[in-house]
């Protein structure tokens, strides 16, 4: 199920650049693309946050769970991401930048976070994220541990979002800015989902109000695409018209997620569909991958030579790149994993 989501953030993410690029016809999706990558970050924040939140008593002081949640970490992005910088570099070096244009300078500055071209940009933000998770993760144990009621934590919640809201302005943020801050709320929201789960577990289930909390969350995604939006406001089009609602995709997300996991079965088989699933299994390669891809069948006159089945040919040049580098750099370290006893 998780999968299906991170098959839903993807297709998001390529339909917005699908459509940007003019394989669908105009507006279409151009503008969707950030709320597929929120997507991401609510589902990074909430695994990772319950995760955590689940080791037994005292497992968040000792050494050995921050050295495998750091091994983990490392190995779900820097393996690929070298080899996509590296490839870049070497082919921007030759003289053919087919992949992103990224010179010596620009390599260093996307290995030390502080750049990130076209969809390189929220690898420094998860990077960041899971550097400060930690904190995050040791203050939702300590008021649960300290016996804080549910309405205490949630203001807990709502206070230090408002306080994130305050110090990054989503409307003073930049495109494709590589700050975690701008961010945070977005993650935050997937974090206390991770609560708000384990509540869900202990109480009555209530299958019928969250799959139709779920539907409403859908429904409001449609009418945060930019173009519907656009529209309802009557005023010309401006696909970067919700990109700084970060608050608002937090929660949607979020909601999702957990009728998701609380709902009943009917939303459940959607995400549960087996293409969407592998889809989702390979998101992180999709990701990286799509738009040198993208660029590649421009280059080679696709979409004017093809334009009907142009869409389909390169979602599917994307898919088998993908496959292979999932295959090759993705699944090998994908079961790796520090031991109590080698560090005892």
């Not at 053919?96 to 420094?124: C, F, K, M, N």
């Not at 590649?296 to 040049?317: D, H, N, S, W």
Request: glycine letters at 6%; aromatic letters at 14%.
């Amino acid at each position: 199920m998780l999968d299906g989501l991170r098959g839903l953030a993807v297709l998001i993410v390529l339909a917005s650049h699908f459509s940007s690029a003019g394989l669908f016809p105009r507006p279409a999706l151009h503008g969707v693309g950030k709320s597929g990558v929120y997507l991401f970050f609510v589902l990074s924040a909430w695994l990772l946050a319950r995760n955590l939140l689940r080791l037994p008593d005292g497992a968040l002081a000792r050494p050995h769970t921050w050295l495998d949640y750091a091994l983990r970490r490392i190995l779900r992005i820097w393996p690929l991401y070298l080899v996509v910088l590296v490839s870049s570099w070497l082919t921007h070096r030759a003289g053919h930048p087919v992949l992103y244009a990224i010179d010596t300078a620009s390599l260093w500055r996307h290995l030390t976070l502080r750049e990130g071209q076209s969809v390189l940009w929220s690898i420094p933000v998860e990077f960041t994220f899971y550097l400060w998770l930690p904190l995050l993760a040791a203050g939702l144990y300590l008021m649960a541990r300290r016996g804080w009621s549910p309405l205490a934590q949630a203001g807990a919640f709502v206070l230090v979002l408002a306080a994130v809201m305050l110090a990054w302005p989503p409307s003073q943020t930049i495109e494709n800015d590589v700050r975690l801050g701008p961010y945070l709320a977005v993650f935050l929201c997937g974090a206390f989902a991770a609560r708000v789960d384990a509540w869900a577990q202990r109480s009555a289930a209530r299958p019928a109000l969250w799959s139709a909390a779920g539907l409403l969350a859908l429904l409001a995604w449609c009418v945060a695409i930019p173009v519907l939006w656009c529209w309802l406001l009557g005023r010309p089009f401006e696909a970067t018209i919700t990109r700084n609602w970060f608050l608002f995709f937090g929660l949607l997300w979020s909601v999702l997620l957990l009728s998701l996991l609380h709902g009943g079965q009917a939303l459940r088989r959607v995400f549960a569909w087996k293409p969407l699933r592998w889809v989702g299994l390979i998101s992180f390669s999709l990701y990286l991958w799509h738009m040198p891809v993208l660029a590649a069948m421009q280059r080679l006159g696709i979409p004017e030579r093809f334009p009907l089945l142009a869409p389909g040919l390169v979602l599917a040049a994307a898919l088998a790149a993908s496959a292979l580098s999932w295959w090759l750099f993705e699944r090998p370290l994908s079961g790796v994993r520090i031991r109590a006893r080698a560090v005892a």
